[in-house]
């Protein structure tokens, strides 16, 4: 093959040895959070979401083809800011691509350019010092290397966006003040590199984790005695013939409109003669035969959403016989937290095991479990808030209304739950919830990982730091001492009550009862088991 060009095999390898130097740096991408708290999860975000496209991508010497699975599945697969920026990043560069079986050093420029628009327009509140930055001002710089073979530009693509990356703290105060650059854009150049490597020849070892996502599902979750309750999720590519249609005049509206009728949760794009299809469905022999009609399938795959749904979703009530008004879906961190949601009316919880990150397509996947016209989400995380919007814009247009109450904590989430008027009307829950989550404050506390300063505030490797509705106030080796300083921030003494969400803290119970004496006049509630590790999140109303 001619080296100055790259098809879907290479590019196939390349993208392998990026998801390789991410796994490998994966740990110190997440130590580069601007926050002193142990939850940095850029690293595995960017790692997630790009591995779920490496398993979704077909073995392909087209690049187009290639390109179209990889960013089919990274869509899906999307987790918080990070993965779903670096999505819409490889759909920009899935879309600039979609003409070319193969391409050089200024294709890729260019489908690196739409991939910055892509994103850019996805992120609500864009801000200099991030990896859009990195990208666009890394891609601009290092266009001065095109005609020197893609070797040249990914090469002075790496030096250049390093240059950006050291400046990102003079763009970003917070960045400065804790003495970090910003980490999505450290993530990318380690996907530069990577991609290098491998365009070189270097050896690349690529081992999939092993996780829920990526793995099989477990067959014993279904068996004679199960209900058929969820359908079937398809993904297929369907190559227009003309044997069949004819293909200039055929129209991609209809032909959704008619496959619509069949399911739910549509996703269809035309490519040229080409129409990649996402589709939920309990008759996919009627999909199968109406798109047949018009072609054949290049790539085709059908799951059992019942299989999906038992490892994604942690926990569900029995579902009411009857299709609902209205129902609400909560992320919760552990299964404590779990059970309360579900007691509080949650019909559908999503656990998510500590690290408050859900995927698009656990998203889709539970709204369509929901069994209602009306499906409220609750986030519980401002990192899950963008992955939930993006779930909803891919959802679609459907017989089922999907609203997100923006809750960015657990204990906004308990609130709004527990304001709930089962009894009312729709708009009238929606309502109360609203109110319910808009008069929270919350507090949170957790060790902090390694030396670092923030808002002012410096924090030591093992101390605890407190944050009041996310800013940083207090940082101490006593954790009553740490939140005391928050508490009294969050103006605790004008409000009439507190519920603690306790993590394994040791001392919790001398911890509560320090709370209540320099507290006396507000009634302190604790549920245990919330986190698996040492962190705790106050709701005060």
């Not at 990896?131 to 666009?136: A, E, H």
């Not at 549509?266 to 009627?286: C, G, L, Y």
Request: aromatic share 8%; charged share 25%.
């Amino acid at each position: 093959m001619d080296k100055t060009v790259f098809d879907g095999n290479k590019f196939s390898d390349m993208i392998k040895g990026a998801l390789c130097e991410l796994m490998i740096y994966e740990k110190e991408i997440d130590d580069l959070n601007v926050f002193p708290v142990p939850d940095g999860d850029t690293g595995a975000n960017m790692r997630r979401t790009l591995e779920l496209g490496v398993s979704r991508a077909p073995s392909t010497q087209k690049l187009n083809e290639y390109l179209d699975g990889l960013s089919t599945g990274m869509l899906f697969g999307a987790r918080g800011n990070s993965g779903v920026i670096l999505s819409q990043i490889f759909k920009g560069i899935a879309l600039s691509l979609k003409r070319y079986e193969c391409a050089n050093e200024n294709n890729l420029a260019e489908a690196l350019n739409l991939g910055y628009v892509t994103a850019y327009n996805t992120v609500l509140h864009p801000v200099e010092g991030t990896i859009l930055t990195v990208l666009r001002d890394g891609v601009a710089a290092a266009k001065s290397a095109l005609g020197g073979g893609i070797d040249a530009f990914l090469d002075k693509l790496i030096t250049e966006s390093k240059k950006v990356l050291q400046k990102t703290p003079e763009m970003l105060p917070v960045l400065k003040e804790a003495g970090v650059v910003d980490s999505g854009g450290f993530g990318l150049i380690k996907i530069y590199e990577g991609m290098l490597k491998a365009y070189r020849g270097e050896e690349i070892v690529y081992k999939p984790t092993e996780s829920s996502e990526l793995s099989a599902p477990d067959p014993s979750s279904f068996d004679e005695s199960s209900e058929f309750t969820f359908g079937y999720c398809m993904e297929f590519t369907l190559q227009l013939l003309k044997t069949k249609t004819d293909v200039d005049s055929f129209s991609e509206k209809r032909y959704t409109e008619q496959i619509s009728a069949l399911g739910s949760s549509i996703v269809a794009i035309r490519d040229k003669s080409r129409m990649r299809v996402h589709i939920h469905t309990f008759e996919p022999e009627k999909v199968i035969a109406l798109s047949r009609s018009y072609g054949e399938f290049v790539f085709f795959k059908l799951d059992n959403m019942a299989l999906q749904h038992n490892e994604t979703v942690s926990k569900k009530i029995t579902k009411s016989p009857k299709h609902k008004e209205l129902e609400i879906i909560s992320v919760a961190g552990s299964d404590g937290v779990a059970s309360v949601f579900d007691g509080l009316g949650s019909g559908v919880v999503i656990g998510v095991e500590n690290d408050m990150n859900v995927s698009v397509g656990e998203f889709i996947s539970a709204v369509e479990s929901a069994n209602a016209e009306t499906v409220i989400i609750l986030p519980n995380d401002k990192n899950v808030l963008q992955t939930a919007n993006q779930a909803v814009k891919m959802h679609g247009e459907t017989d089922i209304k999907v609203e997100i109450l923006p809750t960015k904590s657990i204990a906004e989430g308990y609130f709004a739950l527990a304001s709930d008027i089962p009894d009312g009307t729709a708009d009238e829950r929606i309502q109360a919830m609203k109110d319910g989550a808009a008069g929270v404050i919350t507090v949170h506390a957790s060790r902090c990982t390694r030396n670092r300063s923030c808002n002012g505030v410096k924090c030591a490797a093992g101390e605890f730091a407190s944050f009041a509705d996310g800013k940083l106030i207090k940082s101490d080796k006593d954790l009553f001492e740490s939140l005391k300083a928050a508490l009294y921030a969050a103006d605790i003494e004008e409000r009439e009550a507190a519920l603690v969400f306790m993590g394994e803290i040791d001392g919790a119970d001398e911890l509560l009862e320090r709370l209540e004496e320099e507290f006396p006049d507000i009634q302190i509630d604790r549920i245990d088991g919330a986190f698996s590790d040492e962190k705790l999140v106050i709701g005060i109303v």
